[in-house]
């Protein structure tokens, strides 16, 4: 069976629901295929879960940090309650609500495996072994938006020993006694931080410091509060062997020669893109690659897109430019406009498209990472604005030097840290750690993508006494302009 539609998307996560609204709203005919639940990875194995596992433990403890309200909690946390709380946030995995969106918005779903066969075709397996196939033809675009899958390390025995990925860990029915987790980024650092709450003993394993993509007080600061939460960090060491044994207990073995004892591994040391099965090859491309785009997102070294018209899209984590549900949506919404404009004809600039992608994906992306502390950045950090020629100035401040983080909870810990371009004046970087911080991002981001001078910032008042007058602090550690001539 063949079909002929405006639009074909390949993966429902929630990149492709961004580029079918777009496109759907423009007054195309789209249809996604997926061939696992509509909503995708974020709202059923990582994001979401991941947040709602995190946000009753960091709540006691929030509460236990001032007085009055800590005399008030004389409980533990109930971890059963957390688990039922997690699988409201996923509809108990299940997309009827998801589907049903796409239904009343218009957009078409085939459930199945996708993959090219040729310029502007997608054959989609419904029951994956090639009856029942059905051919769509794209008129105007087909576009990629599968995401990507966790990577397992060729430790030996790491694989035989069925290890935990992400999905495991956000779907867990009964948290294990001990828990290891390999890696030291984002997933490592929230997952450790999940399970320690739990009250699972956590012990970390990670080659190099933990987060080590951001500023380096970060990773100081993460380390910390896991330890202080009772899990083992070890850095600077990684496995070498791992073996489950007869009676269920996992054995990792590491590079100096110890030996770790766990119920269950975690592994968390990076993604791969999920174009391995996708038919890449049968429109000139290699299978399991990235896929390389421009600023337009059109996917570069295709078949059929050599002075013809553009028609192979990526979108999200499987072009490799920012691995975040957050930029992907943003680069669905982009692409689904372009697509559409090209569609009706319209002349375009990718001046006008693309420099915001480009810009957005590459300068100004905003991270929370929900550990204890929290931890969150936007743009360069100050090793990166170096390396990328940039002639840059630092302030950096104790979150105590707001009043409002002290009011939030006695105790408190936390940096903030401004990375400034010294030439253009205008801030480039900026990271915080502390109880709270994820709300202080969404201001940077606006600083940096607006590209605000910083003279102007200290006309931007913030108010008594919350944790945003961190930023006058960060103003003043920098200095008025007339100090630094």
Request: hydrophobic fraction near 45%; charged fraction near 25%; glycine fraction near 12%.
């Amino acid at each position: 069976m063949q079909r002929e539609v405006d639009v074909v998307i390949l993966g429902a996560g929630p990149v492709g629901e961004n580029i079918a609204d777009r496109v759907r709203a423009a007054g195309l005919e789209v249809v996604v295929v997926e061939h696992e639940l509509v909503g995708g990875e974020c709202s059923y194995w990582a994001c979401v879960p991941s947040k709602v596992l995190l946000r009753s433990a960091a709540a006691l403890r929030a509460a236990k940090r001032v007085p009055g309200a800590a005399e008030a909690v004389t409980g533990d946390l109930d971890v059963e309650a957390v688990l039922r709380r997690r699988d409201y946030w996923v509809s108990d995995w299940s997309d009827d609500g998801a589907a049903g969106w796409l239904a009343d918005a218009g957009i078409g779903l085939e459930r199945g495996h996708g993959r090219l066969d040729g310029v502007r075709r997608v054959v989609v397996s419904r029951d994956g072994d090639g009856d029942g196939d059905v051919t769509l033809v794209a008129r105007h675009a087909v576009i990629v938006a599968t995401g990507s899958d966790p990577v397992i390390p060729p430790i030996p025995g790491l694989a035989e020993a069925s290890p935990w990925t992400s999905r495991e860990a956000t779907s867990v029915e009964r948290p294990p006694a001990r828990l290891a987790i390999l890696g030291g980024g984002v997933v490592a650092c929230e997952m450790a931080t999940v399970f320690a709450g739990f009250g699972t003993e956590v012990v970390v394993l990670a080659r190099s410091g933990l987060l080590g993509g951001m500023e380096p007080f970060v990773g100081d600061a993460v380390t910390a509060g896991l330890r202080g939460l009772g899990a083992t960090v070890r850095t600077g060491v990684q496995a070498t062997l791992v073996e489950r044994t007869a009676d269920g207990e996992i054995v990792l073995t590491l590079d100096d020669g110890s030996t770790v004892v766990a119920d269950e591994v975690l592994v968390a040391t990076g993604r791969k893109p999920r174009t391995d099965a996708i038919g890449l090859e049968r429109v000139g491309l290699e299978p399991g690659s990235w896929l390389r785009v421009d600023d337009g997102l059109q996917v570069q070294g295709a078949d059929g897109d050599d002075g013809g018209a553009a028609w192979l899209y990526a979108a999200g984590d499987v072009n490799h430019r920012a691995l975040l549900t957050h930029q992907g949506k943003y680069q669905g919404r982009a692409v689904g406009d372009l697509v559409a404009a090209r569609a009706a004809g319209r002349p375009v600039d990718l001046g006008e498209w693309g420099v915001h992608a480009a810009t957005a994906d590459h300068a100004a992306v905003p991270q929370v990472v929900f550990a204890e502390p929290e931890a969150v950045a936007v743009g360069l950090t100050e090793a990166a604005a170096t390396k990328a020629g940039h002639a840059v100035r630092t302030a950096e401040v104790a979150m105590t030097s707001a009043s409002g983080a002290g009011i939030l909870a006695d105790g408190y810990e936390g940096r903030a840290k401004l990375v400034i371009d010294d030439e253009r004046g205008t801030v480039i970087g900026a990271t915080f750690t502390g109880q709270d911080v994820a709300e202080l991002l969404h201001a940077a981001t606006v600083a940096i993508v607006g590209e605000v001078p910083v003279e102007r910032l200290w006309h931007a008042v913030p108010s008594f006494p919350t944790m945003s007058e961190v930023w006058l602090r960060l103003l003043e550690a920098d200095g008025r302009p007339e100090a630094r001539a």
